[in-house]
Each structure stands twice: as structure tokens, then as C-alpha cells.
């Protein structure tokens, strides 16, 4: 199970800095064209639940932004009751709205910018010291448990069920947004899910067996004991028909990027919205394995209001520096519920983009290479991509790795072009880590908008880790 958490996380949201790149230029110069009128509207907009435990968002009007033509600063005209913004620049030129970390950069003269936070407005922090408990009473003889929460977003590794007791540091919980405390008084709920092992080579799988629901305020920078029986075994009247060709996606991953060690799975989850990707995924059945597969899954959804959502991730990876480098692919089909299976709703084919060969400034990010910059250099940043498919969107997410080996997040970076700048503030001389990930079905991309997600729809990750020193 543990591999399967890994595989999903590749491609799940990350809570570091945004920086929205699109339709970006190399480099940002100064353009003596005609005086043009840039207009947009920027949002936030936060995945919770509402009092039955469904999904629900609320959208906010998020700080005031600043506005930037050729790197300087210009007047900015906002309202702050629609977010609506709007601000003069040249034709054929670029511009750039920033609002804290997140900052969007175009040449578009439309721009509609959603920042899409898993979590309630007013959610609480998790500090040091908080943990959870949960305490069986009567358990099963189960494969492994998941400690899962909605409202706040959380999905832990599977555990082992040798013992009755489950402890999670919750500052490790697993959030797919902001950590958070549990607050029932808030909606938020705590799923405690037993899974077990169904069918034979090569069909075999976990789905989930049983499961508490529970409603309670957690203790910041204590530990919640939580204690129940075990629940009634689910029923399984639900079925989904899961076509998987794992073999077949590594096979592409192996020419592509040849000589890792793979690895692969499918998972059925439940998402809160489907639209917005598969994002806060919580696991109802899943199997690793290098062979492709075809078979029903019987199951229970035991989630309220989720929908679902199948995925086959596949992996190659490799060692540098001790560090686990991944190539990777993904395949996602919305599934509908139904009591019989149909084979047409959950197909995981499709030519996924495959990003490569990443180049900063023309030198090529071969693992371990040095690439030097003058002092005040902005770094072009481009990749290409294996095969046809090059995707809509494009998320390029910057480590720093520490002098520990720990990575620090810099920037999370998203555009609809395979190229962006690195300003010099954001990669002085150092170590770091590139994660670039590509996305099809993301038909607003050109305009800022890169949450709205249709199916099915396919994603490739790439991972290179380098250097940079700035000398005169």
C-alpha cells in the first residue's frame, strides 16, 4: 500500500508557492508597442464540507494584487468586492499579477486566476506536538488501515493491522492542501478504514471492508484518543470495471526513459470534485503490479457526495545521491456508481505527455550537472517532450535541497508553454530539485485558469536534480 501512497502523491496538489506562467516569452523585455488594457478577475476558492459531510466550496476575494509590465511595477485599478483588476501594458509585450506568493505572468489581456485551497476559510493549524490515537476495540483481520479525513483533506499511508492501536503524528497526516486540525463542530469528519485483499494473480486487490465515521474536535499540540468497534462489512453492491495497462505504460516509460526500476498501480478514489481534478483523493480499492489487468472491482463508497475517479500511475526510477529520481505517467477515467459493471466508463489508455530533457539557459539538466549564471542572470527554463503529446498545462515545481538533504520548496510554477523564467532571486547559487509535470484536459489553461479538468485525461512527471553557481 505504501507504494501505491507514493505513486498517487506524484501527481497530487502541492501547498507551496504559485507562481502561474503563461504564453511567457524567454525573456522579459521592455516592448515599445501600442498601449493595450489588461483585465481579469483573481478568486480563491476553498473545498470543504457542509453539514451533511458532502463537498462544498466558498469563494473569497483574496488580497490585492500587484501588477508588473517588463519587471516594473505599474498602477493597478481593483475592486476589492468582485476581485476584479485591470491595469496598461504594450502590445506584444508581458505582464505579471501578483497577490502574496502566487504570481501569474502573460502576454493573455483576459486573465482569470483561481487559487483552489483544500480546506475551510477559518481552519486551524496543526502545531507541534498534535496527535491522533485510534484505538480498536474489536479488530479484523485485515491487509492494512488508512486514517483518512474530509473536510480537512488528510489521506495517511496504509498501516499494518498487527497491532490495536493506531498513532499518527498528525503534522505527517498526509494533507493533500493546508494541514489542519479536525474539527467536527466544522464538518469536518475522520474515516477510519479497513481494507482487504480480493481476487488472485494478477487480479488481485485491496478494496475497503470496513469503516468508522466519526465526528470530533481535535487537540492542537495534544493527543485525541479516538476508540470504536469494528463496523458492519460493506456490502460491495457497487461495481467498476477497472481495464489497466500497466505493462504497457511502463513499456513507454522504460523507451523513454530507460534503464529505471518500475513500478505501477491503479487506485479507485474518491475525489470531492471531480471537475477539479483528482486532488484530496481518499482510496476505496486499489493493486500495484507490472502486469496490465482487466477485471471488475466490487465495492462500497462509504464517502458522502464524493465523486469517483480512476487512476493507473506508472514509475521508473532512479538513485542520485541517495535520492529517488521518478519518471512517471498517469491515466485518469471518471467512473460512475453502478450495480452492474460497465466496461466502457473506466479506460486507462491514452498517449499521456512525457516531459524530457529539461535545459536551464541552454545547458542540458543532466543529474548532478553544474550550470553557471552571471550574478544578475534570469534563468530560461525549457523541456521537451517525448512523442506527440505535449499537454495543456505544465506545473514546474522548484526544491531547493538543503545542506541536510531536505527539500525547501521556492516556487510552484504553472504554464501553458514548455518554457518560464527563473527571476534571480529565486535560484541564487545552490543545489535543487526540478519537478516538472505536464496535464491534458485543461481547456481554460490559456487564460490562467487551470482548474477546471475534463476526462479522461492523462499527466508525466520528470524529475532532475542540479546546481547552480553564480560567479562574475
Known amino acids: 500500500m505504501r507504494a501505491v501512497a507514493i505513486l498517487v502523491g506524484m501527481f497530487g496538489a502541492s501547498a507551496c508557492d504559485e507562481v502561474f506562467s503563461l504564453d511567457r516569452p524567454p525573456i522579459d523585455a521592455a516592448i515599445d508597442g501600442p498601449p493595450v488594457t489588461i483585465t481579469g478577475q483573481l478568486s480563491r476558492t476553498f473545498v470543504h464540507n457542509d453539514a451533511s459531510g458532502a463537498p462544498t466550496t466558498t469563494t473569497v476575494v483574496p488580497e490585492e ?78 491487509a492494512f488501515v488508512n486514517i483518512d479525513t474530509t473536510g480537512v483533506w488528510s489521506a495517511s499511508p496504509g498501516l499494518a493491522t498487527s497491532e490495536t492501536k493506531f498513532a499518527l503524528d498528525w503534522t505527517t497526516a498526509g494533507f493533500q492542501g493546508v494541514p489542519g486540525i479536525i474539527e467536527g463542530s466544522r464538518n469536518d469528519e475522520l474515516f477510519f478504514a479497513w481494507f482487504d485483499v480480493r481476487g488472485v494473480d494478477p487480479d488481485h486487490h485491496f478494496v475497503m471492508s ?27 453492491t457497487a461495481c467498476a470495471h477497472v481495464a489497466a495497462p500497466r505493462a504497457d505504460a511502463l513499456e513507454r516509460l522504460d523507451a523513454a526513459y530507460p534503464g529505471g526500476t518500475p513500478r505501477a498501480a491503479w487506485a479507485l478514489f474518491g475525489v470531492p470534485r471531480a471537475e477539479l481534478g483528482v486532488t484530496a483523493a481518499l482510496t476505496i480499492a486499489t493493486a500495484s503490479g507490472l502486469t496490465n489487468v482487466d477485471h471488475d472491482v466490487a465495492y462500497t463508497d462509504p464517502f458522502t457526495g464524493l ?10 526510477d532512479r538513485m542520485v545521491d541517495g535520492r529517488v529520481l521518478s519518471s512517471a505517467t498517469s491515466s ?50 525549457t523541456w521537451e517532450h517525448v512523442g506527440s503529446q505535449v499537454g ?28 518560464l523564467v527563473f527571476d534571480v532571486e529565486s535560484l ?45
Open 65 to 142: 494584487p500587484t501588477a508588473f509590465v517588463a519587471g516594473a511595477e505599474v498602477p493597478l485599478t481593483w475592486n476589492a468586492a468582485d476581485g476584479t483588476f485591470s491595469f496598461g501594458g504594450d502590445e506584444g509585450g508581458t505582464w505579471s499579477v501578483r497577490t502574496g506568493t502566487t504570481e501569474l505572468s502573460s502576454r493573455s489581456k483576459q486573465l482569470e486566476l483561481v487559487d483552489l485551497v483544500y480546506g475551510r476559510p477559518e481552519q486551524r493549524r496543526v502545531e507541534a506536538g498534535t496527535a491522533l490515537v485510534y484505538e480498536v476495540t474489536s479488530p479484523a483481520i485485515t
Open 210 to 236: 470496513h469503516v468508522k465515521r466519526t465526528r470530533f474536535d481535535q487537540a492542537i499540540g495534544d493527543t485525541s484518543t479516538v476508540s470504536s468497534a469494528l463496523g458492519a462489512l460493506l456490502p460491495g
Open 307 to 316: 465523486d469517483l475517479v480512476l487512476t493507473m500511475t506508472a514509475a521508473t
Open 332 to 381: 485518469n477515467a471518471r467512473v460512475t456508481r453502478e450495480a452492474t459493471c460497465n466496461a466502457s466508463d473506466a479506460s486507462l489508455g491514452g498517449e499521456p505527455p512525457m516531459p524530457t530533457r529539461p535545459r536551464l539557459s541552454g545547458a542540458l539538466l543532466a543529474d548532478r550537472v553544474t550550470v553557471g549564471l552571471a550574478p544578475d542572470e534570469r534563468a530560461v527554463l
Open 392 to 419: 495543456d498545462a505544465h506545473s514546474v515545481i522548484l526544491h531547493e535541497v538543503t545542506g541536510s538533504g531536505a527539500l525547501r520548496t521556492v516556487r510552484h510554477y504553472v504554464t501553458s508553454e514548455p518554457h
Open 428 to 472: 541564487p547559487t545552490g543545489s535543487y530539485q526540478l519537478d516538472i509535470r505536464s496535464r491534458t484536459g485543461v481547456p481554460r489553461a490559456a487564460i490562467g485558469d487551470v482548474t477546471e479538468q475534463t476526462y479522461p485525461f492523462t499527466q508525466g512527471l520528470y524529475r532532475a536534480v542540479f546546481s547552480v553557481s553564480r560567479e562574475p
